[in-house]
């Protein structure tokens, strides 16, 4: 007997399955989970032109490109009073043997259970240093 997941975990999980995997296809994979030109917001260095969902997967589809070794996990936790719900990620970009970075989304759902916002919180600085870029 598993536990159910409520539908925003669900959309949640499949949202940041399809944006940040090593095959990620860019903004088709996520159109169906998030409204069209949705807010993305997140306070890095990197990412400060990046200001839609869509542009977000475009661009992470760029950034994994050619990473076939990175592991992605994490957990989510929602917040059902606020349509809410919180990725904590970590990745292990050459595989577990390297270093491991961290990360999170925030992402806010509308009435309809779709991404209606998207913030991500993530040191690019420090990221890019452990990589050696």
Same mark, same amino acid.
């Not at 975990?9 to 095959?23: G, H, P, Q, S």
């Given at each position: ?5 409520s539908k925003?975990? !669900?959309?949640?999980? !499949?949202?940041? %399955?399809?944006? %940040?995997?090593? +095959? *990620? &296809?860019?903004? $088709?994979?996520? *159109?169906p989970?998030?409204i069209? %030109?949705?807010?993305? $917001?997140? #306070? *890095?260095?990197?990412?400060? &032109?990046?200001?839609?969902i869509s542009a ?7 950034? =994994?490109?050619?990473n #076939?070794?990175a592991?992605? &996990?994490?957990?989510l936790a ?18 577990? &043997? ?5 990360y ?5 759902f509308? *009435?309809d259970?779709?991404? %209606? $916002?998207?913030?991500?919180?993530? +040191?690019?600085?420090? $990221?890019?240093?452990? =990589?050696?870029?």
């Amino acid at each position: 007997m598993g536990v159910k997941m409520s539908k925003n975990l !669900t959309t949640a999980k !499949t949202f940041v %399955d399809a944006v %940040d995997c090593i +095959n *990620a &296809e860019g903004a $088709s994979t996520l *159109a169906p989970h998030a409204i069209a %030109d949705a807010p993305f $917001s997140c #306070q *890095a260095d990197m990412l400060k &032109e990046v200001n839609t969902i869509s542009a977000y997967g475009e661009w992470s589809k760029t950034f =994994l490109a050619g990473n #076939q070794t990175a592991i992605f &996990e994490g957990i989510l936790a929602e917040d059902k009073a606020s349509n809410t719900v919180i990725w904590n990620g970590l990745v292990w970009p050459g595989g577990k &043997e390297g270093p491991v970075l961290e990360y999170a989304y925030i992402l806010h759902f509308n *009435a309809d259970g779709k991404v %209606d $916002s998207m913030k991500k919180i993530w +040191n690019d600085k420090f $990221s890019m240093a452990a =990589l050696g870029m």
